[in-house]
């Protein structure tokens, strides 16, 4: 499928069903085959990057090929580094494209026997998995979460533990959070020591029943949906008020954007208000998922807007500061970047495309984040919409069930 065409009904009143959260999805599996458990968490999510990562941990073949999951690619570099055998692990193009030499260097401090078969920083890599005895190791905090995570998932099973030290600003704690919150459901002895110091507990995980909760990152496209419709409301099973994922900050966000959240016992309900800020800003460091959502819904709703904390956009699926700008011009909105972090629109317009086709880089943030665009801007066009599988591979179905209309054309 080459492209779709995207035609939005007059108002939307929906029940859907979310994926479960790949965030939590793809650290349960981890956590869950150090602890030797003998079944997988419940309410696994279908996307392709929970997928790679079931396959490997079932077979864990001698070439471990993850396609484009970075989440899968940082976790299981770590997991294979404390695990009997010898593996290569590899993806896609764009995967051999993306750095990964911080997470390396510090499980090599750590003694790990980790070799670049390839470009040096770069994946593939040749892991032969041995009992690692250091246990101190410093990172900066301004990586990749994903790098902080796959360090202390492993720490329960090390020697004498992990003594983790972040230098600098530390971003995405949230998801580092998240991390800490599942290992200590499995029975890890985890704590934050210092501001800026983990300390992980030489204590073995055990096995325990496990429940994934749906994702709120998936979520926010249904907020999109919600703030873009004229007449529009949509229940969300599977979410919760007290939730551990990052990306749960959407609710209070959308609030400035004419949504409110109306929590249920287990479910969510997205109404409108009609109280719409006049210009948003907000530091996304914490939450860079949201990104594109939220640069995609201020525009087409007029609202001027600085974001800020977007530097980790630059290695994620694709470079999406690059690809924001490229592909908002399309729709006739010039975005600007400073700073290498800050994307900003001041409501400058220009001649959009006759018929605008968006691009999606490989990306599925990218495809999920534009198609509500037509809701406003009339009929849509996605290239490559099946980029969706990577998170939420019913997404296309979910928006014909709220009464989207999706042409397919080759």
């Known amino acids: 499928m080459k492209r779709i065409k995207v035609t939005s009904p007059r108002e939307i009143n929906a029940g859907i069903q979310l994926p479960s959260s790949k965030s939590i999805c793809n650290r349960a599996l981890i956590i869950n085959a150090l602890a030797k458990g003998n ?10 990057d929970t997928r790679v990562m079931v396959q490997a941990l079932q ?15 940082r976790f299981l570099t770590a997991f294979l580094a404390v695990s009997e055998g010898t593996h290569i692990i590899t993806g896609t193009q764009r995967m051999q494209q993306r750095p990964i030499s911080i997470l390396v260097n510090a499980l090599r401090a750590l003694g790990a026997d980790v070799e670049y078969t390839g470009n ?5 890599l040749r892991i032969t998995g041995r009992k690692l005895v250091n246990s101190e190791v410093t990172l ?3 990586v990749s979460s994903q790098y902080i995570s796959a360090l202390l998932m492993i720490g329960p099973v090390l020697k004498n533990g992990l003594k983790l030290t972040l230098t600098g600003e530390i971003v995405s704690r949230p998801y580092i959070d998240l991390t800490l919150k599942l290992m200590h459901d499995f029975g890890a002895c985890v704590t934050w020591t210092a501001e ?8 073995p995980y055990r096995a325990i029943p496990y429940y994934v909760e749906s994702d709120w990152s998936a979520a926010s496209y249904w907020y999109e949906i919600c703030a873009l419709s004229e007449k529009a409301t949509v229940c969300l099973p ?5 939730s551990p ?13 004419g949504v409110e959240t109306v929590y249920g016992k287990r479910e969510v309900t997205l109404r409108k208000t009609g109280k719409v800020t006049a210009r948003m800003e907000y ?3 914490n939450q860079p998922d949201l990104a594109q959502t939220f640069v995609v819904t201020c525009a087409v709703m007029g609202i001027p807007f600085r974001f800020s904390g977007l530097q980790s956009l630059k290695i994620k699926e694709t470079d999406r500061i690059a690809a924001l700008i490229t592909e908002m011009k399309k729709l006739g909105y010039v975005i600007t970047e400073s700073e290498g972090s800050v994307l900003s629109w001041d409501g400058t317009r220009c001649t959009p495309e006759a018929v605008p086709c968006i691009d999606t880089y490989e990306d599925h943030r990218m495809a999920m984040a534009f198609a509500p665009a037509c809701i406003q801007l009339g009929d849509l066009y996605i290239n490559h919409p099946q980029v969706v599988t990577k998170s939420y591979p019913h997404y296309w179905e979910n928006l014909i069930q709220a009464g989207f209309n999706i042409t397919e054309e080759e």
Request: glycine share 10%; aromatic share 6%.
């Open 39 to 48: 079944c997988h968490p419940g309410n696994l999510s279908d996307c392709d």
């Open 59 to 73: 077979q864990l073949p001698p070439i471990i090929d993850i396609m484009a999951a970075g989440t899968a690619m």
């Open 120 to 124: 040096e920083g770069f994946p593939p």
């Open 140 to 142: 900066p905090g301004n």
């Open 196 to 203: 800026n110091q983990l300390e992980v507990k030489p204590q």
């Open 238 to 242: 599977g979410l919760f008020q007290e």
């Open 245 to 257: 994922q990052g990306d749960s900050e959407v609710a209070r966000l959308f609030e400035q954007l």
């Open 283 to 285: 530091d996304f460091v």
